[in-house]
């Protein structure tokens, strides 16, 4: 390459960098929240919905795809994962492999009937599956209906890591969190990503260049689903169960809420998001019912006063896109 | 240079080319030949057609009636993604820009397209680093190596345009498609578009729709005339002047 590629790069090099210590700086203080006495259980559950908020971020943020039914994802891995825990008795590895697997297969089919759809249809079309998914998990004999499955066991992963150990869990969870927020950050910044920003900012002209969009919101789509299954998989091992929360609608509603606060299309904002709603289920959850109308208030607070979130707001500030 | 073969002269044909929305015939029975290396416009009076023509070529529309030939190959059925592949591509009247993007990175998605990669998500996208002096290049051409960092958004409106035509220089096409090139440019800069579309036309055939009829008169080799959806006349542009239909159409018959 010539030597004026070098000063003539996009803005990329830098803000890469600037993400780059971000990342750094929260993998440390994550790692070190042992230490703090922080309730783990708290932090690990925080973690796996950052993981799904990231991974739903993906289709929205960079794809431009609003899916109104990502609880499918987390709940279909979920169900999964706990089923050949507990009724095969495989070991953890896996059973997050099975549940990840589950979850990239519904992506396959449901990407397929959804994806020509634009906008809000798009929306209708992937909530109205989720709907569909729900009621055949409350009637299907092996999600134990209402009851869900209880006392999964956590085993020994690889064998000799100890995951029924709480500190030890913690890392494992931490790592499979980094590990797709690392994978997620790749994509939108590979030529994969390059093109899919391209169709979110004008696909009409997308496609006059030959690109045939439909291909690329059909991969973008199944990465989201597989990795917000990875969540829903690791998330069996720290809540120990699997129930119909995880695949109600409302579900899919808080991850919209997660993302939304944190700030849409940023790398880090679901992060953030995905801590300040589950934060204010843990803390506030001695005002019972009221936890429902407080996010309630805090969500208009939101789209009325910050609309770029939270980490949106700061690297505007700072006009760094973080 | 005779008739030696069809499709060497003329690189893009259409017969009895039709367009109907319930009832109403937006394009009727639209003929047009294309000869290869020249400017043709598309010209006509509002709601003439125009850009509904335009959409059916470009395969953004599908006619109910009628067939194109492209380079000899009917591309009648086929849709938008696989025509511009042939290198028949379009622009639109809004311009069409990937707002925030810088515009070397406009111009590079268009580079990607051809040259792979574009489905590796696991890469870095530092591998498109390849492309930034071919990308550079066409800025450059167009004029806009100043703008190579600055988003597409924050681009005076005229340099989009420009910006656009740069990307669509990137795929190489054989022939390009121009919607309304000049819609809502000042002088200034709709003589520096012009001198870009003579420029490059000596390397591309062009069809473009336009208003401006200085624009159309300086610029173009031949023009067909449309009103409500048809063909009304076609030549150049000291022949239609003298052409009283057309006048007609343009000015109503009072004025004529």
Known sequence: MSAMTDDTLPASPRTLRDEMIVFAAMAVLLAIVPATGIYPFFVMQALCFALLACAFNLLIGFGGLLSFGHAMFLGTAGYFTAHALKEWGVSPEIGIVIGTAGAAALGLITSYVSIRRQGIYFSMITLALSQLLYFIYLQAPFTHGEDGIQGIPQGMMFGFINLSNPTVLYYVVLAGFLGGFLLIFRTINSPFGEVLKAIRENEPRAISLGYKTDQYKLLAFILSGTLAGFAGSLKVFVAQNASLTDVHWSMSGEIVLMTLVGGLGTIFGPVVGAFVIIAMQQYLAGFGQWVTVIQGVIFVACVLTFRRGIVGEIGHYFRRSL | ?256
């Not at chain 2, 598309?42 to 709601?47: D, E, F, R, V, Y």
């Not at chain 2, 006619?63 to 492209?70: E, H, N, S, V, W």
């Not at chain 2, 022939?175 to 002088?187: F, I, K, N, R, S």
Request: proline letters at 3%; glycine letters at 8%; charged letters at 25%.
């Open chain 2, 1 to 256: 240079m005779g008739e030696v073969c069809l499709a060497d002269e003329f690189i893009l044909e259409t017969h009895g080319l039709t367009k109907e929305f319930a009832g109403f015939f937006a394009v009727r029975d639209v003929s047009l030949k294309v000869r290869r290396g020249s400017i043709h416009a598309l010209i006509g009076p509002n709601g003439a057609g125009k850009t509904t023509c335009f959409n059916l070529l470009t395969k953004f529309l599908q006619p109910t009636a009628g067939q194109i030939l492209y380079k000899g190959h009917d591309i009648t059925a086929m849709k938008p993604a696989d025509v511009a592949r042939l290198g028949l591509v379009r622009s639109f009247q809004i311009s069409a820009v990937f707002p925030h993007l810088t515009a070397l990175e406009n111009v590079r998605v268009a580079l990607q397209r051809q040259h792979g990669h574009s489905f590796d998500f696991w890469r870095s996208k530092s591998v498109l680093d390849r492309f930034n002096s071919k990308a550079l290049e066409l800025l450059n051409d167009v004029g806009l190596s100043e703008f190579a960092k600055t988003p597409a958004v924050e681009m005076p409106y005229g340099r989009k345009r420009a910006l656009e035509i740069a990307t669509t220089l990137a795929l190489d096409p054989e022939m390009m498609l121009l919607d309304e090139p000049m819609a809502g440019m000042g002088h200034e800069d709709i003589d520096k578009i012009a001198a870009l579309i003579k420029r490059i036309s000596a390397k591309y055939t062009i069809l473009m729709v336009e208003h401006n009829l200085s624009v159309v008169a300086n610029l173009s080799d031949i023009i067909t005339v449309l009103t409500r959806g048809q063909v009304l006349a076609e030549g150049n542009y000291a022949e239609l002047t003298k052409d009283e239909r057309v006048k007609e159409a343009y000015l109503g018959a009072g004025h004529a």
